[in-house]
């Protein structure tokens, strides 16, 4: 795969109009630093931006830091017993999307609220019925993230600092409104021309960047910079402050700058045609 451009979006699901942790970085091709596209984003004017790249046909790879879908094969459905559980990712997104029409910013407050809905979710004082005993369900990619020694948790999990739940459907209802304007793979195929989304986790950059197990956040130049060149890329253009949305985010852009060109990335072993249409995957996990 041939790209000029190579973003990543460190996602929010904090249900105000700009959350603070939502951040872009954008690298060019070659071993320049990603830049950090300092603005208050919100959630509406990342879905216009991306918009924006389709339609001037951008060969973008850009990643998206928040999980697609949920888990789907280890019970035969997102939602076992609710009627309306949908087939594959697409119709997941549209259904998340048209239960949470009245929540402001794109937020999905509705959504988990829902009678059915919640009752798979764990959300603070309140955990349904349906959510197992212990860390909850996950999809085979995450799996696959534990077995290379990174933490991840349920999408079906809301409560703690670590969540991604929410992240997840907030993206979901950004997923919708672009469907048509660009895939993201491997839900689509991967397009000739023209942008591609990809699912992303940070933490996996860093950790093939070098981090250590147990440090989990760059908050510091140096150590960006150390990691940075772990991936070809020259020292980053110093920030007002590194915290750590932006730091995930510009070592990520140079990390899918590197990736992109390994094949063996686009054909993960264990992705099989049901698990692209109904749980997707990781970029970078074999």
């Given at each position: 795969m041939s790209f000029t451009d190579f973003i990543a979006i460190d996602w929010s699901g904090q249900a105000v109009e700009r959350p603070r942790g939502l951040a872009v970085a954008q690298a060019r091709a070659g071993s320049a630093a990603p830049e950090l596209i300092d603005r208050r984003w919100s959630r509406q004017d990342l879905l216009e931006w991306l918009a924006e790249l389709a339609a001037r046909g951008t060969r973008a790879l850009i990643g998206l830091d928040l999980s697609p879908a949920f888990p789907f094969c280890d019970a035969g459905a997102y939602f076992p017993g609710w009627a309306a559980s949908p087939p594959d990712g697409p119709a997941l997104w549209k259904l998340v999307d048209t239960l949470s029409a009245d929540d402001p910013h794109l937020a999905a407050t509705r959504f988990?609220?829902?009678?059915?809905?919640?009752?798979?979710?764990?959300?603070?004082?309140?955990?349904?019925?349906?959510?197992?005993?212990?860390?909850?369900?996950?999809?085979?990619?995450?799996?696959?993230?534990?077995?290379?020694?990174?933490?991840?948790?349920?999408?079906?999990?809301?409560?703690?600092?670590?969540?991604?739940?929410?992240?997840?459907?907030?993206?979901?209802?950004?997923?919708?409104?672009?469907?048509?304007?660009?895939?993201?793979?491997?839900?689509?195929?991967?397009?000739?021309?023209?942008?591609?989304?990809?699912?992303?986790?940070?933490?996996?950059?860093?950790?093939?960047?070098?981090?250590?197990?147990?440090?989990?956040?760059?908050?510091?130049?140096?150590?960006?910079?150390?990691?940075?060149?772990?991936?070809?890329?020259?020292?980053?253009?110093?920030?007002?402050?590194?915290?750590?949305?932006?730091?995930?985010?510009?070592?990520?852009?140079?990390?899918?700058?590197?990736a992109a060109t390994q094949a063996e990335l686009w054909s993960p072993a264990r992705l099989t045609p049901d698990l692209a249409r109904t749980e997707g995957w990781t970029f970078g996990v074999p």
């Open positions: 988990v609220n829902h009678p059915d809905a919640r009752r798979h979710f764990r959300q603070r004082g309140d955990c349904g019925d349906l959510f197992p005993p212990g860390r909850g369900r996950f999809r085979v990619c995450e799996h696959g993230q534990e077995a290379m020694r990174l933490s991840p948790y349920s999408c079906f999990n809301l409560v703690g600092a670590s969540q991604v739940g929410k992240s997840s459907l907030t993206g979901m209802r950004v997923l919708h409104r672009l469907r048509g304007t660009i895939g993201l793979w491997p839900f689509d195929p991967l397009p000739e021309s023209g942008p591609v989304l990809v699912e992303i986790y940070t933490a996996l950059a860093a950790r093939l960047a070098g981090m250590r197990k147990g440090v989990s956040k760059i908050r510091d130049g140096e150590t960006l910079d150390a990691l940075l060149a772990a991936f070809g890329s020259a020292p980053h253009r110093p920030l007002p402050r590194h915290d750590d949305h932006a730091t995930d985010a510009i070592l990520s852009a140079a990390w899918l700058r590197v």
